[in-house]
């Protein structure tokens, strides 16, 4: 039987997590190709892909600082162009009112937080504590995103659907995490391989939730008015209200 060195594997893994991220980023293909054929991506949110650009930026930032990181300074530049491309195809259809206010989340997350880590890794920190500064931001930063279907989940147990959060998604977004573990736990980047943990484990929670309720009688949400919103027919739109309520805000009075 073969075996692999520690290097070996990295790279076997490494090569494997660009392949299903690089997947995962062509996920919301179908959604943009609606907001061409429509002309407009109203009723479509930017946060997550505002999210998503500033992360694979932030990584990509990390992989240059580190040394022979190329499997993440690759697919976290990929991710960069193909994040931005969706932000652009929402831009050119969006509201004039989506469209300041996602702007305004690009200066946000790409301009000023991603600019205020750069420079202050770059003036405060040298060498080594400058790759673990900027680590250390990347995995807190990754460890939320994770986090972040926990709300989806509370909605699948509290309305017995799984119609909020599809298995394959699921599947997929769990494969990735145990893939950047493994490539992480062999190159010994620990900044890479922890938070992966966290997202294996709510990978496994979410595909356990859709197991026990794909098939469980949906509850009647009238029921559930006082506790939920009503629900979108389409994931991505989860966030609308939040976003929708930020623009409204920001626009002038009349």
């Known amino acids: 039987m073969a075996s692999f060195t520690s290097k070996e594997l990295a790279f076997i893994f490494g090569i494997i997590g660009n392949i299903i991220s690089f997947l995962v980023f062509l996920a919301p293909v179908p959604t943009f190709y609606t907001i061409w054929k429509k002309k407009s991506s109203k009723g479509f949110q930017s946060i997550p892909y505002s999210v998503a650009f500033f992360s694979a930026s932030l990584l990509l930032y990390y992989g240059f600082l580190k040394t022979n990181a190329y499997m993440i300074v690759s697919i976290n530049g990929i991710g960069c162009v193909i994040e931005a491309i969706y932000l652009l195809i929402y831009l050119i259809y969006a509201p004039n009112k989506a ?3 996602t702007m305004k989340l690009i200066i946000v997350f790409n301009v000023g937080g991603l600019g205020l880590i750069t420079a202050v890794s770059l003036v ?21 995103v ?8 509370r909605r699948v147990i509290r309305t017995k659907s799984v119609e909020y959060m599809p298995f394959t998604l699921s599947f997929f977004l ?7 573990f493994f490539y992480g736990f062999f190159v010994r980047d620990y ?8 997202g294996f484990l709510f990978g496994i929670a979410q595909m356990i939730l859709y197991l026990i309720y794909k098939n469980a009688k949906k509850v009647d949400e009238t029921k559930l008015d006082h506790e939920l919103e009503p629900p979108n027919k389409n994931i991505e739109k989860n ?14 009075s009349k």
Not at 146 to 153: G, T
Not at 191 to 198: E, G
């Open 124 to 144: 405060a920190f040298k060498g080594s504590k400058r790759v673990s500064f900027v680590g250390w931001v990347c995995a807190i930063f990754t460890i939320a």
């Open 191 to 198: 900044y890479i391989a922890l938070p992966n943990v966290l």
């Open 174 to 180: 769990t494969l990735c995490a145990t893939t950047w």
């Open 146 to 153: 994770f986090a972040a279907p926990l709300s989806i989940m």
């Open 239 to 252: 966030m609308n209200s939040i976003e929708e309520a930020a623009i409204e805000r920001e626009s002038p």
């Open 99 to 101: 469209k300041i206010f």
